[in-house]
């Protein structure tokens, strides 16, 4: 089945500055790749999606890149603010669509 | 707001004791998800329904019983669990559970057995 790798698991950086999150997935079938932001108290909130037909896709400060021959994905944060620090998780469709996700990466933005 | 509301947002119970965790959205979507989010660990799929027909237990031990009535609500049954089992529920919903891959999360029980 479909396994996905996330690192780093914490990122700490100045505000203003750009944050990147890795994934690496396993199954090549796998076309959906979701992230996913949680911030404390909160359940995940899904911040954006690529599909497999895209290499890319921006919306604002994020952007999401993907290279299917290499099978991993990232997000990019550019000047990044106090209120981007949460939990992020990558994830991707696996057996029967179900949605497989990473282990999470803690990001700090210090003012 | 997600559309997807959790009840309780805390719950501590003893191991001999039965509670039930309910969800409910807003989204008129019609597959519901349970997951495990544990410390350090990635979210764990419990179960699935679509269109109210079970369709994923992946391998959830049988102290754990989901029951939905619609494709609107959806509950979590618990009895005799372990401390093992404290943790943060999570409940999604999606537009359907076979095409539909994008998931609304609510804001989870946090759950401590003791």
């Known amino acids: 089945g479909e396994n996905v790798e996330q690192h780093p698991s914490t990122l700490s950086v100045q505000e203003g500055d750009s944050a990147v999150i890795k994934c690496t997935y396993s199954d090549s079938a796998s076309n959906y790749f979701p992230w996913y932001k949680q911030e404390l108290g909160k359940g995940p909130q899904l911040i954006i999606d690529i599909r497999s037909n895209v290499g890319e896709k921006k919306d604002q400060r994020i952007a999401v890149t993907l290279n299917k021959t290499a099978k991993h994905f990232s997000l990019h944060i550019t000047e990044t603010q106090p209120e981007d620090s949460a939990v992020y998780f990558c994830a991707a469709n696996g057996l029967e669509n179900k949605l497989v996700f990473g282990a999470g990466t803690i990001l700090r933005v210090k003012s | 707001e997600t559309g997807v509301t959790q009840t309780p947002r805390h719950l501590v119970m003893g191991m001999t004791n039965k509670k039930s965790l309910k969800c409910e959205q807003h989204l008129g979507h019609n597959a519901m998800y349970w997951y495990k989010q544990s410390a350090k660990k990635p979210l764990e799929l419990m179960f699935v329904?679509?269109?109210?027909?079970?369709?994923e237990n992946n391998s959830v031990p049988s102290r754990f019983s989901p029951e939905c009535p619609n494709s609107s609500h959806l509950f979590l049954h618990l009895h005799t669990l372990q401390p093992e089992d404290s943790a943060l529920y999570l409940c999604a919903s999606s537009q359907d559970g076979a095409s539909s891959y994008e998931q609304y999360f609510g804001p989870g029980t946090r759950l401590t057995v003791t």
């Open positions: 329904y679509n269109f109210k027909e079970q369709t």
